[in-house]
């Protein structure tokens, strides 16, 4: 079974600058997770899909992050413009269902470095 | 403000030895536990889980314990060996209106030395 696709798996751009991350989840996983992990700290719920619709993004700062899964399977996450506090990895997570007691599955991780 | 807390950023065992890994919570909405283990440059891979109804869950060299009186938990492994040297994270689950909401520690820098 395949596993969860990130790519790309390093970006380094200038602070001010647009970049955006690309996950592909498990087949048949209905939630989706983007997780922000800054250096010493543990994952930070970014956004989180079921199917296509957002069921919690209360951590995302809307003012410069966006995120889709639009026909929910694939999502990208956007930050636009970045700020060096941005550097750190990002990581998406799918699972089988919001409702249910199960683990998430990650992938590999994109990192970010903002300069 | 800290929901999920491990207080402990490394610990180091001798090969052969048993590993403690504690996490502490606050929130007592959490119901479902998890731990998972993470290497450099991968992303973190689930190790074990547990629900608030049990006190204990085994699997293989991996124990979890769960006291929910002083919202604490451990991950027992029993024995210990180097390629067990890697990150683990607590997490803690609770739903939050229509959806589950999974709240990481800081995590635990593990080194099993042979």
């Known amino acids: 079974e395949a596993g969860v696709a990130q790519s790309p798996r390093y970006k380094i751009i200038e602070k001010r600058q647009s970049v955006a991350f690309w996950c592909n989840p498990i087949?048949?996983?209905?939630?989706l997770y983007w997780y922000q992990q800054i250096l010493g700290q543990g994952p930070k719920l970014l956004i989180q899909?079921?199917?296509?619709?957002?069921?919690?993004d209360s951590q995302l700062p809307k003012d410069r992050f966006s995120a889709e899964r639009l026909k929910g399977v694939d999502s990208t996450l956007k930050i636009q413009p970045a700020k060096l506090e941005d550097s750190a990895v990002y990581l998406c997570?799918?699972?089988?269902?919001?409702?249910?007691?199960?683990?998430?599955?990650f992938g590999q991780g994109t990192r970010l470095t903002v300069v | 403000d800290q929901q999920v807390k491990q207080n402990s950023p490394s610990l180091s065992v001798q090969e052969g030895r048993i590993s403690i890994l504690n996490c502490d919570y606050t929130n007592s909405m959490f119901d479902y536990f998890l731990w998972y283990k993470k290497y450099p440059a991968e992303g973190p891979t689930f190790l074990i889980s547990?629900?608030?109804?049990?006190d204990k869950n085994e699997d293989g060299r991996f124990t979890v314990f769960l006291n929910k009186s002083a919202k604490h938990l451990s991950l027992h492994i029993v024995p210990s060996q180097p390629g067990d040297s890697a990150v683990y994270f607590c997490a803690a689950s609770s739903s939050q209106g229509s959806a589950r909401q999974l709240t990481f520690g800081s995590g635990t820098q593990l080194t099993v030395l042979p």
């Open positions: 899909f079921q199917n296509n619709g957002v069921v919690d």
């Open positions: 547990i629900s608030s109804i049990k």
């Open positions: 997570a799918s699972s089988l269902s919001v409702l249910l007691n199960t683990e998430a599955f």
């Open positions: 087949s048949g996983h209905a939630t």
